[in-house]
Structure formats: structure tokens, C-alpha cells
């Protein structure tokens, strides 16, 4: 059980990550 909390919350974590890396790859275009 603790080891599933534990892949779910990565899962998690690793999705806001990719959206905020997405948001930043989009700054990116916007300025350049």
C-alpha cells in the first residue's frame, strides 16, 4: 500500500512537472 501512495504521488508530482516545463518551453517560444 505505502509503496502505491508512493508511485502515485511521483506520478503525480512528475505530471505538474511536465506541465510546468511545458509552460516554460512555451515562455520560451514567446520571447524567442
Do not use: G
Not at 501512495?5 to 515562455?27: K, Q, W
Amino acid at each position: 500500500m505505502l509503496t502505491v501512495t508512493r508511485v502515485n504521488r511521483l506520478s503525480f508530482s512528475d505530471m505538474l512537472f511536465v506541465i510546468d516545463f511545458n509552460r516554460f518551453l512555451n515562455r520560451l517560444t514567446l520571447y524567442s
